[in-house]
């Protein structure tokens, strides 16, 4: 499993495949992550620590299946204009 923003998902997914786990479970995380408000930040933990939780304990079958061909696109403010 590996943790990241919607900025760099798309990578570690191609990363991922280019080492062989083509159903690498990837936790995606707002970017960025910061906030000025602290209620947003904490849900966002709350969010990610249950994400997190879910993957780490759900079986590795049904990982592959969920995970295997899932699309990470880039979010619209990281593409080239």
Do not use: N, W, Y
């Amino acid at each position: 499993m590996t943790v990241i923003s919607t900025a760099f998902a798309p990578l570690a997914q191609v990363v991922g495949e280019g080492i062989g786990h083509v159903s690498l479970p990837i936790v995606v995380v707002p970017h960025p992550l910061g906030d000025r408000d602290e209620r947003v930040i904490e849900q966002r933990g709350v969010d990610i620590a249950a994400e997190c939780a879910r993957v780490l304990t759900t079986p590795v079958d049904v990982l592959a299946a969920e995970f295997e061909g899932k699309q990470f696109p880039l979010p619209r403010g990281v593409m080239p204009r």
